[in-house]
């Protein structure tokens, strides 16, 4: 690796690792873009495994954010903007209220309720049309923002609730839960910079994690374009379910 770009990455990793992290990135952006979700826990996985702990959240809050607008912008044709119309607001709301609880929120409890909620979704029955609709949005958006103030888990139960919203339609499931992710993770660089987190020292690396991720998005997009929806849904419902019973395990953990 230069030396001119090792001065502005975290001086504290090893360049192999550096590079390792890079790549990964790509990697778990394709496999999001391709099956609509996953990516995010498993780069997560990595990076708690990998960074300090206080930097954990931060750098994957900000790789998310970038890879999920990389995704947007390739697939805008297919965002279905009246879900964004009525998701934002829920946005705004769930973080306002999410800071007006003062107590102590069982991580276990939120991890089984969102794991519940997921395999609901997944091979429960459909939600009636008004739960899909304007109001159903609004709710989703709010409850799945508040909950990720406490757990940073609620992105495979967004998922879930655009799939059944979009009919299982890939190409405008996987555009729209970008839109939806991009507007739910970026209230969070606000956050973390008031919270005092020294993004400079991590910007280097941020950034070259979010350009590997548009490149692995852009090779997800071709290969979601070869899958049909049946085969789509399938895969989505299947990872989905790994997802739930991983939250399940840890909560069983805790």
């Known amino acids: 690796m230069p030396d001119s770009l090792l001065v502005v990455l975290p001086q504290e990793l090893p360049p192999l690792l550096v590079l390792g992290l890079i790549v990964t990135a790509g990697i778990t952006s394709m496999i999001t873009a391709t099956l ?18 206080a930097a954990i959240i931060p750098v994957h809050g900000m790789v998310q954010l970038g890879s999920n607008i990389g995704r947007a912008v390739l697939l805008w044709r297919h965002i279905n ?34 794991a519940g909620f997921i395999l609901l979704l997944c091979w429960g029955p459909q939600l009636p049309k008004r739960g899909l609709g304007r109001t159903g949005t609004l709710a989703a958006s709010t409850l799945t923002t508040f909950a990720s103030m406490f757990v940073g888990a609620t992105g495979p139960l967004v998922a879930a609730f655009v799939k059944q919203q979009q009919g299982g339609e890939r190409f405008g499931t996987v555009a729209t839960f970008a839109a939806a992710m991009t507007l739910q993770h970026a209230p969070k660089a606000v956050v973390y ?16 994690m979010i350009a590997s991720g548009a490149l692995g998005t852009w090779a997800g997009v071709r290969l979601l374009g070869r899958l049909n929806d049946r085969r789509f849904g399938q895969v989505f419902n299947l990872v989905l379910t790994l997802l739930a019973l991983r939250l399940i395990w840890q909560a069983a953990s805790a």
Do not use: D, M, N, T
């Not at 609509?36 to 702990?53: R, T, Y």
């Not at 991590?202 to 070259?208: D, N, Q």
């Open 36 to 53: 609509g979700v996953g990516g995010g826990v498993l780069l997560l996985a990595v990076l708690a495994s990998a960074l300090p702990p």
């Open 81 to 114: 903007l009246q879900v964004l119309l009525f998701f934002a607001p829920g946005v705004l709301l769930g973080a306002w209220l999410a800071s007006l609880v003062l107590i102590q929120i069982s991580l276990s409890l939120l991890q089984l309720i969102i």
């Open 193 to 208: 910079g008031a919270a005092g987190f020294a993004f400079r020292e991590w910007l280097g690396l941020i950034l070259l």
